[in-house]
Structures are given as C-alpha cells and as structure tokens.
C-alpha cells in the first residue's frame, strides 16, 4: 500500500511542550502535505512540502521530509490545547492528483 | 474568499431515496474532490474532477453519481444507498492535480446517515 503509516496513533502532551508524529511510506512521492482536522470536521492544510525539500516553516511548525527513509516528521512547538486534533499526512504519488491519506495521529494538548 | 461551502451539513436517508451532496468553491480552483470518511478513519479518495472532466474514479460503487456542472461546483447524486455508505463525506478543492498546486482545500463535510 502508498499508504502513509503515522505514529504515535495517539499522543498526549502538556501545554508548553512539543509535539512530534512521524509520518512513512513505501514509493516514491511527489509532495507530501499535511493536514489537522477537528473533531468530526473538514480538513484544514497545515504544509506542502515537494520530494526535493528537506524541511519547511510556518509559525510554530516545522516538517521535514528524508525521501531516502521514506518518512517525514512534523514538529508542533510551544502547543496550545487549541492543537488538540487529529494530524494526517497526505502522499502525493502522481501528477493524476490522488493524494492518500496516512492514519492520523491524535494529539491532547492539556491545558 | 477562501472557503469551500458544502450543503446539507446532515443527512438522513432510507436506503430507496435518492439525494444530492453539494460542494461549491469560488476561488477559482480547476481541481474538485469528493472524500469518504469514516470515524477514527482517515479520509479515502472517490473522485477527482479536472478542468470539469472526471480524471480519478477510485473504483465507487456506482449508487455514488459524481458531477460537475461548471468549474465551482461539485455535486455527489446518491442512489440506493446501504447503511455501510453512512460516513462523513468531504469535498476539497485546489489549483490543479499537480504536486505543487495540489494543497486542497476542505469543506466541513456532510455526515450521511443511511437507514
């Protein structure tokens, strides 16, 4: 499967500290994206990063991406309960615009 | 604007009606999206629209009717649904299908009961 296999499945942090899911896949890719999601609701895309990036920033998130491990890694700092979500990663194989979705990570955020 | 608004928010249906998810964008986007998800389940591809033409059919049962009347909208008909069809059921729009154009934009998603 091109599935992305996230981890940990759930994670659960104190306000203050950050939080890291990790995101691998199994082919080649042509982005990876990812994305939060509320509970029950739509997606909101956090950041795209292409297969010849190495790592990318905005605000308090930082991803990076080892094509030659087949993984990437998001970085949450300084976490607000705010954060508490679910965080999928999204693998871009092709220029056909399939993108399949990893099996989230579950991040608590206690205030 | 931003935002892509998708209607009914909730739906309820036996299983021998016949209704229609809704999916509109206005920010000129040439790529539409329909998702399935189930709970604690992440999202998984249906179709994918190009330009207005069908470019991803992920081999849906054919009780799920995409369409795409012009470039903002995206409809989903359904027909004789199972009860198994309830889920959360997303729309997403982006600039186009390649890599660097594709971060898409969701919509809050229709939550389908079938009965």
């Known amino acids: 499967s091109q599935q992305g296999e996230e981890d940990p499945q759930a994670l659960s942090i104190q306000e203050g500290e950050n939080a890291t899911m990790n995101c691998s896949y199994k082919t080649s890719i042509n982005n990876l994206q990812w994305y939060r999601q509320n509970s029950g609701r739509g997606l909101v895309h956090l950041i795209l990063i292409r297969s010849n990036e190495r790592e990318k920033h905005s605000g308090r998130l930082r991803v990076t991406l080892d094509t030659s491990k087949k993984s990437s890694s998001l970085l949450i700092t300084a976490s607000r309960a705010a954060d508490t979500a679910s965080y999928f990663c999204a693998i871009l194989t092709s220029n056909a615009g399939k993108s399949t979705f990893g099996d989230g990570t579950t991040l608590t955020v206690k205030p | 604007d931003t935002e892509v608004t998708q209607t009914p928010k909730h739906l309820v249906m036996g299983m021998t009606n016949k209704k229609s998810l809704k999916c509109e964008q206005h920010?000129?986007?040439?790529?539409m999206y329909w998702y399935k998800q189930k709970a604690k389940k992440p999202p998984e591809l249906m179709f994918v629209?190009?330009?207005?033409?069908?470019?991803i059919n992920e081999s849906v049962p054919s009780r799920f009717s995409p369409e795409c009347p012009n470039s903002s909208l995206l409809n989903l008909h359904l027909h004789a649904l199972q009860p198994e069809d309830s889920a959360l059921y997303l729309c997403?729009?982006?600039?186009?299908?390649?890599?660097?154009?594709?971060?898409?934009?969701f919509g809050p998603g229709t939550r389908l009961t079938v009965l």
């Open positions: 629209y190009s330009y207005e033409k069908l470019s």
């Open positions: 997403a729009s982006s600039q186009g299908i390649r890599g660097p154009y594709n971060e898409q934009f």
């Open positions: 920010m000129g986007h040439r790529a």
